[in-house]
């Protein structure tokens, strides 16, 4: 007998996903608290609600979540029809609830935007980011990019340095060649699922959509760069990643990455709440966060105006 559920929250763009013709979509990856599903040219996640929000995820209590998903394989059938979810191999039909879904573009503009106070922000996080342990993975990155320090001798460094140099350059010069040519040396970069590269394009995405018209030196938004980014990173990254910078240039971001831009706007004193909020990121993966994270900050660098970033160390 199918068992019939309903989502204990959803995420806004989903929404439309339930409302279609009938069709079939298949299993993309599988975890222990999250299954990600290919529907069409997007992907929809179904996470355990020990996890946050996502841009494209419908969330389960942890109980349900681990019966349900435990189990799970890439590849399996799964349809959406009758305004639910169905996956065969577990009998089970999910359907959202009758209630108004998370909006995972956070409310910029209901905040008090100070560049002053963000810069202070910024050289916190940074020198927060680059004290962490080191991880593979981008982040260790921070130290050369925003506080002059040596970069990390990796192949891995050695490949995306310039790049990052190059995309915020041309992000603040509105230079849509070079941010296209910056996006090819970062998009797939990196192992794993949603590769180094991709994370913080995401990062540097998001904070373009979102910011860019509050924080520009020259008062100018950059939700162009933004599309420049996930247009060009599509082809030549994994399917997740994609779907996360589409999100990105869109403004719809995790719930833990909404929160610590939202955290941007409080007063400098406010240290430890924007640390707190930068942990809640820095948490989120093996090297996801962080990475995420330092294309954030030089995205809010970026901003500040024309850098020399050629002379950096």
């Given at each position: 007998?199918?068992i019939?559920?309903?989502?204990?929250?959803?995420?806004?763009?989903?929404q439309?996903?339930?409302?279609?013709a009938?069709?079939?979509?298949?299993?993309?990856?599988?975890f222990?608290?999250?299954?990600?599903?290919?529907?069409?040219?997007?992907?929809?996640?179904?996470?355990s609600?020990e996890?946050?929000?996502?841009?494209?995820?419908?969330?389960?209590p942890?109980?349900v979540?681990?019966?349900?998903?435990?189990?799970?394989?890439?590849?399996m059938?799964?349809?959406?029809?009758?305004?639910?979810?169905?996956?065969?191999?577990?009998?089970?039909s999910?359907?959202?609830p009758?209630?108004p879904?998370?909006?995972p573009?956070?409310?910029?503009?209901?905040?008090?935007?100070?560049?002053?106070?963000?810069?202070?922000?910024?050289?916190?996080?940074?020198?927060?980011?680059?004290?962490?342990?080191?991880?593979d993975?981008?982040?260790?990155l921070?130290?050369?990019?925003?506080?002059?320090?040596?970069?990390?001798?990796?192949?891995?460094?050695?490949?995306a340095?310039?790049?990052?140099?190059?995309?915020?350059?041309?992000?603040?010069?509105?230079?849509?060649?070079?941010?296209?040519?910056?996006?090819?040396g970062l998009a797939g970069?990196?192992?794993?699922?949603?590769?180094s590269?991709?994370?913080?394009?995401a990062g540097?995405?998001?904070?373009?959509t979102?910011?860019?018209?509050?924080?520009?030196?020259?008062?100018?938004p950059?939700?162009?760069i933004?599309?420049t980014?996930?247009?060009?990173?599509?082809?030549r990254?994994?399917?997740?990643s994609?779907?996360?910078?589409?999100?990105?240039?869109?403004?719809e971001?995790?719930?833990?990455?909404?929160n610590l831009?939202?955290?941007?706007?409080?007063?400098?004193?406010?240290?430890?709440?924007?640390?707190?909020?930068?942990?809640?990121?820095?948490?989120?993966g093996?090297?996801?966060?962080?990475?995420?994270?330092?294309?954030?900050?030089?995205?809010?660098?970026?901003?500040e105006?024309?850098?020399?970033w050629?002379?950096?160390?």
């Amino acid at each position: 007998m199918t068992i019939s559920l309903l989502a204990l929250d959803y995420s806004r763009p989903i929404q439309p996903l339930f409302a279609q013709a009938s069709r079939a979509g298949s299993i993309h990856s599988a975890f222990h608290h999250a299954v990600n599903i290919t529907l069409d040219d997007t992907i929809l996640a179904l996470l355990s609600s020990e996890l946050p929000r996502m841009p494209n995820s419908a969330r389960l209590p942890p109980v349900v979540a681990e019966e349900l998903l435990h189990g799970l394989r890439p590849g399996m059938q799964v349809w959406i029809c009758n305004a639910s979810l169905h996956i065969p191999a577990r009998d089970f039909s999910l359907y959202l609830p009758q209630t108004p879904p998370w909006e995972p573009r956070p409310g910029i503009a209901d905040y008090r935007w100070s560049r002053k106070t963000v810069i202070h922000h910024i050289r916190l996080l940074a020198h927060h980011l680059v004290a962490q342990p080191q991880r593979d993975g981008l982040a260790p990155l921070i130290g050369p990019l925003l506080l002059g320090q040596p970069a990390p001798e990796t192949p891995l460094s050695r490949m995306a340095l310039p790049a990052l140099r190059m995309l915020a350059l041309a992000s603040w010069r509105r230079d849509s060649a070079g941010v296209a040519e910056a996006t090819c040396g970062l998009a797939g970069l990196g192992p794993g699922l949603t590769p180094s590269g991709d994370d913080a394009l995401a990062g540097f995405a998001a904070v373009m959509t979102l910011l860019s018209p509050y924080l520009s030196a020259d008062a100018a938004p950059r939700d162009d760069i933004a599309a420049t980014i996930a247009r060009v990173a599509r082809p030549r990254t994994t399917a997740l990643s994609a779907v996360f910078l589409a999100h990105a240039a869109q403004g719809e971001v995790a719930e833990h990455l909404g929160n610590l831009l939202l955290a941007l706007a409080l007063p400098a004193e406010a240290s430890e709440a924007v640390l707190h909020a930068a942990n809640h990121v820095l948490s989120f993966g093996a090297n996801s966060g962080g990475d995420t994270l330092l294309g954030m900050l030089l995205a809010l660098r970026a901003l500040e105006g024309e850098i020399d970033w050629s002379n950096k160390p």
